[in-house]
């Protein structure tokens, strides 16, 4: 039997089946192909700006390194005339991050990348326990909260307003079907635009592998031959990702294709949800200017994902049911009084305290009021673990 | 024992009864016949058509509107609706000679056991894939045109399961609001469960549908038909109705369509004509018609309605065809046999398997799901899929474009601008 040609070049022998949609390409058209796509996205989607400062979060895992190495190509390539720094999270514990810390060192050389590392202690000061705490906990909340939280302010201490992820398609998806799973449409809709980050906010991020498969981005990794530093992490995840990681994995099996056509609907649903119009791309000439609140990012981290009790899903089971049993127990008054003054006789609307009648305003992007970060809550997430944190050890002191 | 035994079940069949009541009565409120124009009391009955599927959710819903009928009459009043039952038969029909019905199908076989115990009710049976549409044993020129479009579709593009699985689910939805309006119905009613609806909503999700889903997922009006060229009907249809597309499922492994691939493009022309040649048979006052289209057993689980079937005395069970894939015998959940090959597995049948599982610990979390979809709004132009019938998304469309690097312009090369565009999960389920 002849060997199978690259359906691209129809020159070179076929080496690689894409997991995107099963073509077979041989290896320097596959390469071509991924970065073409890649460049695809961050033009569509005009993710940069000539001459900007761009940092790139790297946890010296697959996804971060391909989307370094990839970045420098099309940026030399292409000239997007980017200036792109390495930007790395020390949690500060012995041993927990080493490894992949120095593959990032490496990185750094092999990219000509300037690196950045920061690390909690800078961040959240002197209060070593806590910092310790953080590092130790290792588990999805804390884990993403707190890196999330972390890259922007190295970002702000680099003087850089644009941190890149490498999220991939999977991640998406993952994140899509969690959020519909979980019946969250709030953050279906912000999860799904490709830079997140209020126009008000001074870091935005994004994800330009959002387009890619976890598996093309291995491939890819594998045949460029990049240094990354390949471990999984050892916590299972928050149980409604975990959830839907396997349900995704299964999909893909029986339709290459699906990962991206679960993106696609996310992106399509979020401009159905009511309050929430804003496409996640700057095609047809609409400003990147609406762009979804950054706390409320995709969450998780890949493959790095942490420790959780694993119950999230029979918590809030229990939770619905006990609404449900509620339920029957409400009267709608204000429904009841209106029924009930239909009559000729009709009162006065009496004013409603606050003036927005039933609608409850959504969330509104602010600050927190301790750490100045961008918040939709009086006190941001991170500052709020943090508070639960000394809590806890005041307890144990005494 | 026994009669505490009994007591319970009462109780329960009861409680899935005053779910289904609860939104009959919503869609009895919504399809007021509108007052008479002498100013009398309104006059005319409600006509809603019930899709089918053999399956247990749908002979649930079936019996439970029966009950209602007889309650009603028992009072005294009027019935309160005329129901028309229609089942779209999936299965491969043999190539029929010029003589109709002399060979019963499997399908009319087990209709006649339903006919038999709601001798109330009007039964049709529709084939989907009957390859001549002279020959059709189906009541209306409206349905018998599109079984020749769904013919052309599945002998042509479909080349996996799971694209196999979708068109049959979409054409069997279509065909089934192209009956209600061939009966002048006034609403479809589905037999989903709030578990079929949550599968529904994450299946859609999984094959690029997301834009549709609130057409697909709430209960209310049908897209409008297509104004395609020539006014075509039997488009005016979504994808996925999880009771329904248990029946589809019964065709898996029925013909591969591995030698069939290709011509994907040819079988959307088909489509195309199909429906443009409804259009010319069939009055325009049949077009304009809104049907509803409404699931009344959306607040029960799957499980309550197969436990649900098996208290009925006798139990809705028996009636079921024994080769429904959702034919249970001792109420539990089906058996998910072991997955041999993902390849012959389609995306409803992944999350079958997924909510089965999901039903079983986390009830309430199921529920959620369709709760939450609920949420969405509906939205999208005029212009609708020429295949499933729901909405475009324009500009989901364009800005998706070009993002695959696989999309070269696929289905709207050969269709393009007539009218005959599809939406994208739908060039998904023909092109791939």
Redesign the interface.
């Known amino acids: 039997m002849r060997p199978a040609l690259c359906v691209n070049c129809k020159t070179e022998r076929a080496l690689i089946k894409r997991p995107?949609?099963h073509?077979k390409l041989c290896k320097a058209c596959f390469i071509a192909?991924f970065e073409?796509?890649v460049h695809?996205?961050i033009t569509?989607s005009r993710l940069f700006s000539p001459g900007e400062k761009v940092a790139i979060g790297a946890s010296g895992g697959k996804d971060s390194t391909v989307l370094a190495s990839v970045l420098k190509t099309l940026n030399e390539r292409h000239n997007y005339g980017l200036e792109l720094v390495l930007l790395s999270i020390d949690e500060g514990i012995k041993g927990y991050r080493d490894d992949s810390l120095e593959t990032v060192k490496r990185n750094a050389v092999q990219y000509e990348m300037p690196l950045k590392v920061v690390g909690y202690d800078e961040l959240y000061g002197g209060e070593d326990q806590v910092v310790e705490t953080i590092g130790k906990k290792g588990n999805c909340t804390y884990c993403g909260v707190f890196r999330r939280q972390a890259l922007d302010r190295g970002a702000k201490m680099l003087g850089i307003k644009h941190v890149v992820t490498g999220h991939n398609a999977d991640d998406v998806a993952e994140t899509?079907?969690m959020n519909?799973?979980?019946?969250?449409?709030a953050r279906l809709s912000r999860s799904t635009s490709i830079v997140t980050g209020d126009s008000r906010s001074e870091v935005k991020r994004s994800k330009p592998l959002k387009?890619s498969y976890e598996k093309e981005i291995v491939l890819y990794a594998h045949h460029k031959k990049l240094d990354y530093f390949s471990t999984e992490c050892i916590y299972s995840p928050e149980a409604f990702r975990g959830?839907a990681r396997g349900?995704i994995k299964?999909?893909e099996?029986?339709?290459p294709?699906?990962i991206?056509?679960?993106v696609?609907?996310?992106?399509?649903?979020a401009?159905?949800?009511?309050g929430e119009s804003k496409?996640?791309?700057a095609?047809?000439g609409q400003a990147p200017g609406a762009l979804a609140s950054a706390e409320d990012d995709i969450g998780g981290c890949g493959s790095q994902n942490g420790r959780t009790p694993g119950n999230e899903?029979?918590a809030?089971?229990?939770r619905?049911?006990e609404n449900?049993a509620h339920e029957g127990l409400e009267i709608d008054v204000a429904k009841a009084m209106s029924e009930s003054k239909t009559g000729s006789e009709r009162q006065r609307e009496l004013p409603i305290r606050g003036g927005h009648g039933d609608s409850k305003p959504r969330q509104v992007l602010g600050n927190c009021k301790r750490c100045g970060y961008m918040s939709s809550q009086d006190i941001c997430q991170a500052c709020m673990l943090l508070e639960g944190l000394n809590k806890n050890r005041a307890q144990i002191q005494i | 024992m026994t009669d505490s035994k009994s007591a319970a079940g009462d109780c329960f069949t009861k409680f899935i009864a005053t779910k289904c009541i609860k939104q009959i009565g919503i869609l009895g409120k919504e399809t007021r016949p509108p007052p008479s124009t002498t100013g009398g009391p309104p006059t005319g009955t409600r006509r809603y058509l019930l899709g089918l599927s053999l399956g247990v959710s749908s002979t649930v819903l079936l019996h439970l509107l029966n009950e209602n009928v007889e309650f009603q009459l028992a009072k005294g009043r009027n019935a309160p609706f005329d129901l028309t039952v229609v089942h779209v038969d999936t299965s491969p029909q043999p190539p029929s000679s010029s003589t109709t019905s002399h060979t019963q199908t499997a399908a009319e076989t087990a209709l006649a056991a339903y006919r038999a115990r709601y001798p109330r009710f009007a039964f049709h049976c529709i084939p989907l894939s009957s390859s001549s549409s002279s020959t059709s044993t189906s009541t209306s020129t409206t349905t018998t045109s599109s079984t020749t479009t769904a013919a052309a579709l599945l002998q042509g593009a479909t080349t996996s399961a799971a694209s196999r699985s979708d068109i049959l689910r979409t054409l069997t939805r279509r065909a089934l609001i192209s009956a209600a309006r061939a009966h002048t119905c006034q609403a479809l009613l589905l037999g989903h469960s709030t578990t079929a609806l949550a599968e529904l909503t994450l299946a859609e999700a999984a094959k690029g549908r997301g834009f549709a889903l609130p057409w697909l997922v709430h209960d209310g009006p049908a897209p409008a038909p297509a104004p395609a060229v020539g006014g075509g009907v039997g488009v005016g249809a979504g994808v996925g109705d999880g009771d329904v597309d248990r029946s589809s499922l019964g065709l898996r492994g029925n013909g591969d369509g591995e030698g069939e691939v290709g011509a994907g493009t040819g079988s959307l022309e088909d489509a195309g004509a199909g429906a443009s040649a409804n259009g010319g048979g069939e009055g325009s006052d049949v077009d304009d018609l809104t049907v509803l289209v409404y699931h009344p057993l959306r607040d029960a689980l799957r499980k309550e309605l197969v436990t649900y079937a098996s208290l009925v005395s006798p139990p809705l069970t028996d009636l079921i065809p024994p080769d429904h894939p959702h034919k249970t015998k001792n109420g539990d959940a089906p058996p998910a046999a072991a997955v041999v090959s993902h390849k012959d597995l389609s995306i409803e049948e992944v999350m079958t398997r997924y909510f089965a599982e999901v039903e079983a610990s986390y009830p309430s979390v199921v529920a959620n799901v369709a709760r939450t979809t609920g949420k969405l709004v509906r939205a999208g132009g005029t212009e609708g899929c020429a295949l499933c019938g729901m909405p475009l998304d324009e500009d989901g469309d364009e800005r998706w474009r070009g993002e695959l690097g696989i999309q070269k312009e696929t289905a709207t090369s050969g269709v393009g601008g007539t009218g005959g565009r599809l939406c994208y999960g739908c060039e998904r389920s023909t092109g791939a």
Do not use: F
């Not at chain 1, 696609?264 to 649903?269: F, K, P, T, V």
């Open positions: 995107k949609n073509e192909v073409d796509e695809h996205t569509s899509v079907l519909l799973l979980r019946g969250d449409l387009y959830s349900l299964q999909l099996r029986v339709r294709t699906a991206l056509d679960i696609r609907s996310g992106e399509d649903m401009r159905l949800v009511p496409p996640s791309c095609c047809k899903m029979a809030m089971d229990k619905l049911r449900e």
